[in-house]
């Protein structure tokens, strides 16, 4: 069984960093790419960057550029996301996910909460 | 970058109904569109990607159409499991998504 399963979920001053792990189980980590997207309450999906797990190369939203970092433990099958500087619109369920076609695998979500 | 826009933001219908769900792309995506469906809480699921191929285990009532800047997602015949929020997402440059139609009971 294909598996991503994030961390859980985080209370974030503004200000503050934080950093959602996503465990990958079932396949072969690094032959796939890994995407981070995220949601905040009642709104559309948003594309935040993309990582190359072989390699470790990425891609960033120009919206996000500058804040978010996205990283990999190829040997713990492990993709990380970590996003700085926090606000209150950061508030938002962030997902991992995998590229076959589409994004085919996602992992279950981790909320992150700004708040003062 | 690529603006997607969905028709209708909610459908109220029946079990048993045809639901027709419209995407349209501010510029050509050729063929590379996804379609999800999501539930409260839950994370998106894929059903449909390059348009008009159905991901693996996902009954045959659901089908895509299209190319270019107008996609539809059609339900032939509603189940109850299937009242949910729905997405459309190109991948053609980056990667972007609808606002969602929500597909509700009438």
């Known amino acids: 069984q294909v598996h991503l399963v994030q961390s859980g979920a985080e209370v974030k001053k503004p200000g503050a960093s934080v950093k959602v792990s996503c465990k990958a189980s079932g396949y072969s980590f690094t032959n796939y790419n890994i995407h981070w997207v995220r949601q905040a309450p009642g709104q559309r999906p948003e594309w935040m960057g993309w990582m190359n797990a072989g390699n470790g190369d990425t891609r960033y939203s120009q919206r996000l550029q500058g804040r978010v970092t996205l990283t990999r433990n190829a040997s713990a099958n492990t993709a990380y996301m970590e996003l700085n500087s926090l606000t209150s619109d950061d508030t938002a369920r962030y997902y991992c996910a995998r590229v076959r076609y589409a994004f085919d695998i996602w992992g279950q979500g981790t909320m992150v909460t700004v708040s003062s | 970058d690529i603006q997607m826009t969905q028709s209708p933001s909610t459908l109220s219908v029946s079990v048993g109904d045809r639901v027709t769900i419209t995407c349209r792309a501010s510029?050509?995506?050729?063929?590379?569109l996804a379609w999800y469906q999501q539930k409260p809480g839950k994370a998106p699921k894929l059903l449909i990607y390059?348009?008009?191929t159905l991901e693996n285990g996902v009954p045959s009532r659901f089908s895509g159409t299209g190319s270019g800047t107008e996609f539809t997602l059609t339900i032939s015949s509603l189940q109850p499991d299937d009242f949910a929020t729905y997405y459309c997402?190109?991948?053609?440059?980056?990667?972007?998504f609808g606002q969602g139609t929500k597909v509700e009971m009438k």
């Open positions: 997402q190109q991948y053609n440059s980056y990667w972007t």
């Open positions: 510029q050509s995506v050729s063929a590379w």
């Open positions: 390059m348009a008009s």
